[in-house]
T-cell receptor, first 115, second 114 residues
Framework: EAGVAQSPRYKIIEKRQSVAFWCNPI?????LYWYQQILGQGPKLLIQ????????DSQLPKDRFSAERLKGVDSTLKIQPAKLEDSAVYLC?????????????FGSGTQLSVL | GQQLNQSPQSMFIQEGEDVSMNCTSS?????WLWYKQDPGEGPVLLIA???AGELTSNGRLTAQFGITRKDSFLNISASIPSDVGIYFC??????????????WGLGTSLAVNP
């Protein structure tokens, strides 16, 4: 079974530039998450989709971050314009649920460096 | 955002030793999860705990859901070099819409000397 695919693996940009990340979840997983993981910290949820609808985007900095999941499959996360503090690993995860049991499967992440 | 208290922050042990790490919170959780993250990869689920007092094993790993529902521990017995990585705890709550929310610890970095 193919895992969660993310691209690119690495991205280096200058502050105030724009950047986009792509995620392809595991086939059949209705829920998709974008997390930001700053070095030395645990993952922080940015946005959660259920199919193509947003369930939780309370921690998404909406003045610069946007995400979409058209057709309820692939998703893109965009930062425009980027700031130095956006340097982090951006992880995509997808999940399925049986009752209250939900298992997250993470991609390998995109490591973003903002100079 | 809120993060759980996870300790120790890092450990350096000899191969074959046992390891113990724990997570505490001021909040009650319905589920406790333990993940391992290797360099350059996303976290991978090791153990999930669903009931207070539950003790669950996965090979050399054992984890327990605290009775108060505010803490959990993870033990690794007879450590081997491939146990190296960062271990994260995560506590889960469910809202009225049955949507799960995870709160993560800061991680325990484990190094194993062969």
């Amino acid at each position: 079974e193919a895992g969660v695919a993310q691209s690119p693996r690495y991205k280096i940009i200058e502050k105030r530039q724009s950047v986009a990340f792509w995620c392809n979840p595991i086939s059949g997983h209705a829920t998709l998450y974008w997390y930001q993981q700053i070095l030395g910290q645990g993952p922080k949820l940015l946005i959660q989709f259920q199919n193509n609808g947003v369930v939780d985007d309370s921690q998404l900095p909406k003045d610069r971050f946007s995400a979409e999941r058209l057709k309820g499959v692939d998703s893109t996360l965009k930062i425009q314009p980027a700031k130095l503090e956006d340097s982090a690993v951006y992880l995509c995860a997808s999940s399925f649920r049986r009752g209250t049991n939900e298992k997250l499967f993470f991609g390998s992440g995109t490591q973003l460096s903002v100079l | 955002g809120q993060q759980l208290n996870q300790s120790p922050q890092s450990m350096f042990i000899q191969e074959g030793e046992d390891v113990s790490m724990n997570c505490t919170s001021s909040s009650i959780f319905n589920t406790w999860l333990w993940y391992k993250q290797d360099p350059g990869e996303g976290p991978v689920l090791l153990i999930a705990l669903y009931k207070a007092g539950e003790l669950t094993s996965n090979g050399r790993l054992t984890a327990q859901f605290g009775i108060t529902r505010k803490d959990s521990f993870l033990n690794i017995s007879a450590s081997i070099p491939s146990d190296v990585g960062i271990y994260f705890c995560a506590g889960a709550t469910y809202n009225a819409g049955n949507n799960r929310k995870l709160i993560w610890g800061l991680g325990t970095s484990l190094a194993v000397n062969p």
